[in-house]
T-cell receptor, first 114, second 110 residues
Framework: NAGVTQTPKFQVLKTGQSMTLQCAQDMNHNSMYWYRQDPGMGLRLIYYSASEGTTDKGEVPNGYNVSRLNKREFSLRLESAAPSQTSVYFC?????????????FGQGTRLTVV | SQQGEEDPQALSIQEGENATMNCSYKTSINNLQWYRQNSGRGLVHLILIRSNEREKHSGRLRVTLDTSKKSSSLLITASRAADTASYFCATVTGYSTLTFGKGTMLLVSP
């Protein structure tokens, strides 16, 4: 049981390049999330998906797009990377609120945009 | 802006002492959760308390929730050096929106 798997773990991009961060979970969770973590800012929600086929903006969606490919996979795309997007990105998934489930996190992607 | 705000931002104590962290939030919640993060790694769930509960215990952890004040506290009793980490509160609102605060950095010295 792998939980939440994120790839890649590290990435360096040049300004203007694009890339997609991949996330997959094997817990049959409906809800999936993308966060970014910057020093002193905690985790800020970029986008989330409450169920397959739906996505919603979080607190800091500008410069990002997401795709909920199926129930397992939720990808985050940077179309034209900027230095301000240098951060650590975390993917998470969570079961139904009614079942008192917690969120499970991937190990993170450390992205540097130069 | 972020839903939750932890207080204090940093806390330094000696082994054996208790550590108390507080969290305030802005809107009605389904539940509130506390997480721990070691040095930039992924977050690990500690405890969940639902909006209709006032107190939960798990091992050395005690969480309280006051929905009238929109606040929660996490108490870690008899702290150990291994408890050194960042601690975050997270709220679930609406169907499944999960948002985090900025965290409290806890340093437990031997």
């Amino acid at each position: 049981n792998a939980g939440v798997t994120q790839t890649p773990k590290f990435q360096v991009l040049k300004t203007g390049q694009s890339m997609t961060l991949q996330c997959a979970q094997d817990m049959n969770h409906n809800s999936m999330y993308w966060y970014r973590q910057d020093p002193g800012m905690g985790l800020r929600l970029i986008y989330y998906s409450a169920s397959e086929g739906t996505t919603d903006k979080g607190e800091v969606p500008n410069g990002y797009n997401v795709s909920r490919l199926n129930k397992r996979e939720f990808s985050l795309r940077l179309e034209s990377a900027a230095p301000s997007q240098t951060s650590v990105y975390f993917c998470a998934s969570m079961g139904p609120t009614s079942e008192r489930t917690e969120a499970f996190f991937g190990q993170g992607t450390r992205l540097t945009v130069v | 802006s972020q839903q939750g705000e932890e207080d204090p931002q940093a806390l330094s104590i000696q082994e054996g002492e208790n550590a108390t962290m507080n969290c305030s939030y802005k809107t009605s919640i389904n539940n509130l959760q506390w997480y721990r993060q070691n040095s930039g790694r992924g977050l690990v769930h500690l405890i969940l308390i639902r909006s209709n509960e006032r107190e939960k215990h798990s091992g050395r952890l005690r969480v309280t929730l006051d929905t009238s004040k929109k606040s929660s506290s996490l108490l870690i009793t008899a702290s150990r050096a291994a408890d050194t980490a960042s601690y975050f509160c997270a709220t679930v609102t609406g169907y499944s929106t999960l948002t985090f605060g900025k965290g409290t950095m806890l340093l437990v010295s031997p």
